[in-house]
């Protein structure tokens, strides 16, 4: 099933596992900001009411 | 309008006003490159406008933090806001301002300084040419670039890191006129779109300029 | 209820609650069927053996680097000229994206570029003009980082916006003529019959689906994260006061 | 001359006053009093066209308003002429002669502002209102690091040739000015009401 990749296997291998990289990256970064500032908002609502 | 032009000249040429400042990291820049590139004449030759367009460019940068900074300093910025000149005037004759002190110098310096990177004959007059029609536009953008990071602490690095890719156009056209001038080939299309650009910028980006000033003074 | 009322920050967050796992669902979906098909069911191109399917991640980041600075233009615009805070904080939430595809668009361009000009980097004129995209994406964020009060950090930030697409208009067309370029033709062209043969047309769509999906649903999350964080600095703002 | 109605201003998207009215009648001054950051500065700017009032209106002749603040502007690499000069050419006037002696500057004309101490730097940033002559003045803590002698200069020329020519003024200050005659606003009772929040924050609250 995996197809040969001929002379350039390398190139097209590379290519793909620096995008998904980069894409997990900014995936990850947004989502460990997005709960870090809930938590934030929480915390601080909580006081507000509390 | 012109009165703020001539006191800002003044004050340039005072002590310790800048005015020496681009001049002097030009020739620095100009010097610095054969000891980098190597003193072979066709190497020098070849690259001689590009390296003046670019160090130009760099002596340019460098003195726009100057430029509102220290009139945000002493309140004088917020006196002339309410004063009864309009604040694109005030970024108009800002940046005519800097370009007398830093622009207008570095256009006469570059042929002089263009021996040393064993310019081409012909060479002299495209890069003064260019040079002249393009410094213009890097006054302009610039001093919209340091209307923008006024407010700033250390806003220094940031104003150049924004300016910078605003002046790629300029910088293309202007030294690939100038590189298309010196090896004699037809360089009209270049320095059409060179002149268009700082036509341009001096046209709106006054109104920019004054909108970002009357943000960072509330 | 006008068309505005649903940038309304509580209103945002009320009804991009429940749409978030949706998109990133289906930007997932998108992403996994358009990069497998593509990568395993795709036969070589004739010319550029497999090299020719990084394609599929080219040309989509690309896509998206160029329509992400849009967006943030459209945003400035939207907060200029009606105030809105949700398309400010949109804006700002897009570019760190935007950004992101400018560098998967420039390493994947690298990388495809490679065995036909011998090198990585070839100065060819449309990868450079991402590399000042890039810059130009760079000096925004920085400019959103270095001012504290959120309305003003807005206001210049959009203001750089609006001059900084004229200027990356007239440096896309700088390097054109500064550099006659090497690039392949346009792979999606509206016009031009030149088109990608059909058996790569049909994944490549699907991977532009996926990755406009993975940007909205990054761009939705991003969003509702900044307006949290208004939300509690105007709270430490009220405690301070009372 | 300078009719202010129910005036609402705000710091950096936080609201400080609201519902701020008073006129000001031709040869009159006001005196802004409350204790610091109650937003004397903040009121000045907003009249003087710096900032925008998010409610509230006021009516006087623009063209005849100028601001002054105790960040006086003075260039110090320039001679006190020179500054003063550049701010007459600015207002399209010319510097009077008579002003070197309302604020005792005679002989210090020509010598660089960097020499001059923060009292006669003070007096030439004062002197500049002169120079201007604009009927309508906002002035910010005006007599700042001014010794008792200055702070008269300064008094007589508001009383003799500001105001006694129709000007007006909106001063915030500690010190007692002696215009007796000066109207004063306590702007306490103005605070805004703590727990509003500015339009900018309310939307996210």
């Known amino acids: 099933m995996i197809p040969d990749l001929g002379k350039y296997g390398f190139e097209v291998v590379s290519a793909y596992a620096v995008s998904i990289v980069l894409l997990l990256a900014i995936i990850g970064l947004s989502w460990r900001q997005s709960v870090k500032q809930r938590r934030a908002l929480e915390t601080a609502e909580a006081r507000r009411h509390g | ?218 | 209820m006008s068309l505005w009322e649903y940038a309304n920050p509580k209103k945002f967050m009320g009804w991009t609650g429940p749409v978030l796992p949706w998109a990133f669902g289906a930007a997932g979906v998108c992403l996994a069927v358009g990069l497998f098909w593509g990568f395993f069911l795709t036969p070589d191109d004739y010319r550029q053996g497999s090299t020719v399917k990084i394609i599929y991640l080219h040309v989509p980041s690309a896509l998206m680097a160029i329509n992400a600075w849009m967006m943030m233009l459209v945003a400035s615009l939207i907060w200029l000229v009606r105030r809105h805070h949700v398309s400010a904080l949109a804006a700002k939430a897009a570019a760190p994206v935007g950004i992101t595809m400018t560098l998967i668009a420039l390493m994947t361009g690298a990388i495809w570029g490679q065995p036909m000009w011998g090198t990585y980097w070839a100065w060819d004129p449309r990868l450079t003009s991402f590399l000042i995209l890039f810059l130009f994406y760079l000096g925004y964020m920085a400019l959103w980082a270095a001012i504290d009060d959120p309305d003003t950090a807005a206001d210049l930030t959009s203001v750089l916006c609006i001059v900084g697409s004229v200027f990356a208009l007239l440096s896309r067309y700088a390097v054109n003529f500064w550099n006659q370029g090497l690039h392949q033709g346009a792979s999606l062209s509206l016009d031009k019959e030149e088109n990608v043969s059909d058996v790569f047309f049909f994944p490549l769509l699907v991977c532009i689906a996926g990755f406009v999906l993975l940007f909205v649903a990054l761009v939705l999350l991003r969003t509702r994260t900044e307006i949290r964080a208004r939300r509690l600095r105007a709270l430490q703002l009220r405690e301070v006061r009372t | 001359m300078l009719k202010v109605r129910d005036i609402a201003v705000e710091r950096s998207g936080v609201p400080v006053l609201s519902g701020v009215s008073f006129d000001l009648a031709a040869g009159h001054a006001l005196i802004l009093r409350g204790p610091n950051g109650i937003g004397k500065t903040t009121l000045l700017r907003t009249l003087a066209g710096l900032q925008e009032p998010t409610n509230g209106t006021c009516e006087f002749p623009v063209d005849q308003a100028a601001y002054a603040s105790h960040a006086d502007g003075i260039k110090t690499a320039l001679t006190v002429r020179e500054n003063l000069s550049f701010w007459a050419d600015v207002y399209g006037n010319t510097v009077p002669d008579v002003i070197w002696d309302w604020f005792d500057l005679g002989d210090l004309r020509d010598r660089f502002a960097g020499t001059l101490s923060a009292g006669q730097k003070r007096r030439v940033g004062l002197a500049r209102l002169g120079v201007i002559s604009r009927k309508v003045l906002f002035l910010d803590e005006p007599t700042v690091s001014l010794d008792g002698f200055s702070v008269k200069l300064f008094s007589s020329f508001m009383r003799d040739h500001h105001l006694a020519h129709g000007g007006v003024a909106v001063i915030a200050t500690h010190i007692d000015l002696g215009l007796g005659e000066a109207q004063t606003l306590d702007l306490t009772p103005f605070a805004a009401q703590d727990d509003g929040p500015s339009d900018s924050d309310e939307a996210f609250l």
């Open chain 2, 1 to 218: 309008m012109i009165a703020l032009l001539l006191r800002d000249l003044r004050l340039a040429t005072r002590a310790g006003g800048g005015f020496g400042l681009g001049l002097v990291f030009f020739l620095i820049v100009v010097v610095l490159v054969p000891f980098g590139v190597g003193p072979e004449t066709a190497i020098l030759s070849k690259i001689a406008s590009g390296i003046l367009w670019v160090a130009a460019l760099l002596a340019a940068l460098l003195s726009l933090d100057r430029i509102f900074a220290l009139d945000f300093e002493d309140g004088a910025l917020t006196l002339i806001a309410t004063a009864p000149i309009p604040l694109e005037a005030v970024g108009l004759a800002k940046a005519t301002a800097h370009w007398l002190t830093t622009g207008l110098p570095l256009t006469i310096a570059a042929p002089v300084l263009g021996v040393l990177l064993q310019l081409p004959a012909n060479g002299y007059s495209f890069v003064a040419l260019t040079l002249l029609l393009g410094t213009p536009a890097l006054s302009m953008i610039g001093t919209f670039g340091a209307a923008l990071t006024v407010g700033i602490r250390r806003g220094g690095l940031l104003l150049s890191l924004l300016v910078l890719p605003l002046y790629i156009p300029t910088l293309i056209f202007g030294a690939e006129a100038a590189r298309r001038g010196t090896a004699g080939l037809d360089a009209t299309t270049p320095l059409l779109m060179l002149a268009g650009i700082t036509a341009g910028s001096i046209a709106l980006l006054p109104f920019a300029t004054a909108a970002v000033l009357r943000i960072n003074l509330r």
